[in-house]
């Protein structure tokens, strides 16, 4: 039988003639290398730090990092080391004006919309809100939705000291000028009553033409919708007065009559979007899961416990139940932001 072959055995090194290196020299080779690495690529420690989560991992990082990005720095042999290696690794050609320094700061810069805090609502980020001032005005306005919805807010705000202005205009829309113009009119009305909060609810009777550069625009396609959004967008501007005033503004509910669907879907969605940029006082109370929890258009909804007739005839307006149910969700915003 062979003698059995045992690779484990260390003297196997000896009959080879092969040299062994003792424990010292293989200590001493690994701290050669790594002094060597850090000579050469001392700035890896610190970043590597910097992706690594608050914790223990991450604070002996940035410890050994610190002193070693330093010693790094201070010495030519990062950039030479970056300079030989390169090669294996080479960087896209990069457009410098492409930089976040540079988009990114300069408002509007490469065609890129500038963000703003007012983006941003304070609670949604975990951040303490401002103090709740005491409610003392509030408009309520916008064609026949806002009808009696007007009503309901009074009913149960005026007691507490609120004064609910009322201001409908009934039959008009953003999207038809022949009655009045909502631009100015909330402009108009901003200096009139000079109000804290603004509820705003409109758009049973959109979809008219807009114009656009080359003609009219039929409803309902992105032109359009772009250019409904943009006249909310300044209702909107208007209404909030530089974020002095904030605004509720309601979405349509879903109406019974599916080509008016389709209107009301496009105009929620350019609603949503005009609101984009004020996300701070703009606040969009949507209606649709209130009143079609289930997707699906009904005239009634259970309240209370019981089945309870909400909207009007025509399968679009909220009669004085439905109201007052959107009232209540209108309520519970509201005394979110202000005390009464």
């Known amino acids: 039988m062979p003698d059995r072959i045992d690779d484990s055995e260390m003297s196997r090194f000896d009959r080879e003639g092969v040299r062994r290196f003792s424990a010292r020299q293989a200590i001493l080779s690994v701290a050669i290398v790594s002094f060597l690495l850090l000579l050469f690529s001392g700035g890896s420690v610190l970043k590597a730090a910097d992706e ?27 950039k030479t080391g970056n300079k030989l290696t390169a090669s294996l690794s080479p960087d896209e050609e990069l457009d410098p004006d492409a930089s976040f320094d540079v988009v990114g700061t300069a408002a509007g810069g490469g065609g890129v919309p500038i963000v703003t805090p007012d983006y941003f609502d304070a609670a949604e980020l975990g951040e303490r809100p401002p103090p709740k001032q005491p409610l003392e005005r509030l408009l309520v306005t916008g064609d026949s939705l806002s009808q009696p919805l007007d009503i309901e807010l009074a009913r149960s705000l005026t007691p507490d000291g609120v004064d609910v202005v009322r201001d409908a205009h009934v039959g008009t829309g953003i999207s038809n000028e022949v009655l009045v113009d909502w631009g100015q009119l909330s402009e108009s009305q901003t200096s009139k009553y000079d109000p804290q909060a603004v509820v705003v609810f409109i758009g049973a009777n959109e979809g008219y033409p807009l114009p656009g550069p080359n003609g009219d625009i039929a409803c309902c396609s992105a032109d359009w919708a772009t250019i409904l959004a943009n006249r909310a967008r300044q209702m909107m501007a208007n209404y909030r007065q530089n974020g002095k005033a904030l605004v ?69 307006h909220l009669n004085e139940v439905g109201s007052a149910k959107a009232a209540d969700v209108l309520i519970d915003r509201l005394d979110q932001d202000f005390t009464r």
Request: hydrophobic fraction near 35%; glycine fraction near 6%; aromatic fraction near 6%.
């Open 248 to 316: 509720y503004w309601l979405t349509v509910p879903t109406p019974r009559d599916p080509a008016r669907q389709r209107i009301q879907k496009v105009v929620n969605q350019a609603i949503e979007v005009a609101a984009q940029p004020w996300r701070s006082d703009v606040r969009i109370i949507d209606t649709v899961p209130v009143f079609t929890p289930d997707g699906k258009y009904s005239d009634s909804l259970e309240i209370d416990g019981r089945d309870q007739i909400v909207r009007e005839s025509d399968g679009i």
């Open 52 to 78: 690594e989560e608050p914790g223990t991992t991450h604070d002996v990082l940035a410890a050994v990092g610190k002193p070693t990005n330093w010693l790094a720095a201070s010495l030519p042999l990062q």
